[in-house]
């Protein structure tokens, strides 16, 4: 079993949408049409998607932090810090971990307060 699906809720679909299109290369995909609300969905990997809803007066929860709500992606090592500093520039915050793990990591606060755990995808996948 994998996760087909997340869904983020956002006040501003279009700048989401950009942010991760734009920082991760998550690909914006065709929609279907029987959702009354604004949206956009993205392809992550093949079978992976992030969709994205509008709520007006979303505000994200005060649990998205490490110890809390968050969603973690797999991503090369090598590739970390052109990814880091290409989120910064997208307004990101970089958030160092908490605590010390067998392979590197790090976290960034997406410009909705989500927490996203970015992790080496060349680990070993039992740490």
């Not at 709500?69 to 990101?92: D, K, M, S, T």
């Amino acid at each position: 079993m994998s996760i087909a699906h997340v869904t983020f809720a956002t006040r501003d679909v279009i700048a989401t949408r950009d942010f991760f299109a734009q920082t991760l290369g998550w690909e914006p995909i065709e929609r279907p049409d029987n959702i009354e609300a604004a949206g956009a969905w993205l392809r992550i990997a093949p079978g992976q998607e992030l969709h994205l809803l509008h709520v007006a007066n979303f505000e994200p929860s005060p649990y998205e932090r490490e110890f809390g709500r968050h969603v973690a992606v797999e991503y090369p090592r090598a590739e970390f810090a052109a990814l880091q500093e290409r989120l910064a520039e997208h307004g990101a915050e970089i958030i160092q971990p908490k605590r010390e793990t067998p392979f590197e990591r790090f976290f960034f606060r997406e410009p909705n307060g989500y927490v996203i755990e970015v992790v080496d995808a060349d680990r070993d996948a039992e740490t």
